[in-house]
């Protein structure tokens, strides 16, 4: 069965510095992978997406996520954090014999200080 | 354009009641997913229709729950019996039948068993 491990239940950098937000992945094939973003009381929002191609992906707001089959991984980076990136961030996979079902990982919580 | 949209967006209700919560697709979406997202967790993927149609619904955890989509648009999910531990933020999102991997998600229903 597939599963996804979010390392780090909170996670905390200062304005300015990188952001890294861990994601691992259980799958005898690799699946699709997605990261989301959940801003407090609103909906979840995709950040990006990796299905084929470019293992790197860019996605909104300046984010990016690199594929690493070998490491299972898809860990998700900014160069340098704003205020307003602080949110919940849920990293999900899909199967790829499956029609949409998403697995999501635990979450993790970016805090941002000035 | 209007996005997914769900109501109510708070329910509050005993122990042993029945609940419905409505999910309203983005205008030709045809597929349609309900997660369960409890505190602290990641959304729990609970069924996906195509259409009228439950194409998977391996995630409802008991017979108390069950939804319907009678029309291929509007879906309402519903809870018999309702238990403390049903709590939670139920989600919904929608998508083109062609595009599974962009899943547009509404606010939410937070759901609260007394």
């Known amino acids: 069965a597939q599963s996804v491990t979010q390392l780090g239940s909170h996670v905390s950098v200062s304005e300015g510095a990188l952001v890294l937000l861990r994601c691992n992945y259980s799958?005898?094939?690799?699946?699709?992978l997605f990261w989301y973003v959940q801003y407090p009381n609103q909906g979840l929002q995709l950040l990006l997406k990796?299905?084929?191609?470019?293992?790197l992906v860019k996605g909104i707001n300046g984010f990016e996520a690199e594929f690493k089959k070998s490491e299972t991984s898809f860990h998700l980076t900014k160069p340098s954090a704003h205020m307003s990136d602080a949110a919940e961030y849920f990293c999900?996979?899909?199967?790829?014999?499956?029609?949409?079902?998403?697995?999501f990982g635990q979450g993790t919580t970016l805090q941002v200080k000035p | 354009g209007a996005g997914v949209s769900q109501t109510p967006s708070n329910k509050v209700t005993e122990k042993g009641k029945y609940v419905e919560l409505r999910c309203d697709p983005i205008?030709?979406?045809?597929?349609l997913y309900w997660y369960r997202q409890s505190l602290g967790q990641g959304p729990e993927f609970l069924i996906y229709?195509?259409?009228?149609?439950?194409?998977?619904d391996s995630g409802l955890p008991n017979d108390r729950f069950f939804a319907v989509r009678p029309e291929g648009s509007v879906s309402t999910l519903k809870i018999q019996r309702t238990e403390r531990g049903d709590s939670a933020v139920y989600l919904c999102?929608?998508?083109?039948?062609?595009?599974?991997?962009?899943?547009?998600f509404g606010p939410g229903t937070r759901l609260t068993v007394l």
């Open positions: 999102a929608s998508s083109l039948q062609s595009s599974p991997d962009t899943q547009y």
């Open positions: 799958s005898s094939v690799p699946p699709y």
């Open positions: 990796y299905t084929t191609g470019a293992t």
């Open positions: 999900a996979v899909r199967d790829r014999s499956n029609t949409g079902k998403l697995i």
């Open positions: 205008s030709g979406h045809t597929a």
């Open positions: 229709f195509q259409g009228t149609g439950a194409a998977d």
